[in-house]
C-alpha cells in the first residue's frame, strides 16, 4: 500500500494501519487454523458448526476495515488517491474475473469458484494494479 524504505519515515496513518493490520492478520491465522482443526476434529453440528465456520470471517472484516480506516486517515492527499485509484482499479478487475467466472460456472464449464476467496482475489488485484501505476509513471518519467 506504500512504500516502506529506510531513507523514508511512516507517517502516523501508516504506522497506525501497520498497528492493525498485522494484528488483524495475525488472529486471522490463528482462528482459521483453530477453526478448521475444531471442524476437522470434533465434526459440530447445528449453531457451532456455524459459529467455527464465520469466525475466520471476522478477522478478515476487521482487516476491511483497518483498510479503509487507512484510506480516511491518510491526510497526503497523493498518497490516498493513488489508493482509491488502486483500490477501485483492483475492485474492476475483482468484478470482471468473477462476473466470467460465474458465467462460465453457470454454463458448467468450470467449477464453483469458493466466494471466501473474493478478497485475496482483490487484494491480489489491488497489489498488480498499484504496480501498473508505479511502471506507469516510470515509464512517463513521474515516478521515483
Not at 63 to 68: D, F, N, Q, R, T
Not at 116 to 144: I, S
Request: hydrophobic share 50%.
Amino acid at each position: 500500500m506504500f512504500s516502506i524504505r529506510r531513507s523514508e519515515k511512516l507517517n502516523p496513518a501508516q504506522r497506525r494501519y501497520l498497528r492493525r493490520f498485522f494484528p488483524a492478520m495475525t488472529m486471522y491465522v490463528l482462528v482459521l487454523f483453530a477453526c478448521t482443526a475444531m471442524i476437522r476434529d470434533q465434526k459440530p453440528q447445528g449453531a457451532l458448526l456455524a459459529l467455527l465456520s464465520v469466525a475466520p470471517a471476522l478477522p478478515i472484516v476487521a482487516a476491511i476495515l483497518v483498510m479503509g480506516a487507512y484510506l480516511i486517515e491518510e491526510r497526503d492527499e497523493f498518497i490516498r488517491t493513488r489508493l482509491a485509484t488502486a483500490m477501485l482499479g483492483g475492485l474492476g478487475v475483482m468484478l470482471v474475473i468473477t462476473t466470467v467466472w460465474g458465467f462460465l460456472e453457470n454454463g458448467g464449464a468450470v467449477g464453483h469458484f469458493p466466494t471466501f476467496l473474493t478478497f485475496p482475489v482483490w487484494c491480489g488485484c489491488f497489489g498488480l494494479w498499484q504496480c501498473v501505476m508505479g511502471l506507469r509513471d516510470r515509464l512517463a518519467g513521474d515516478g521515483a
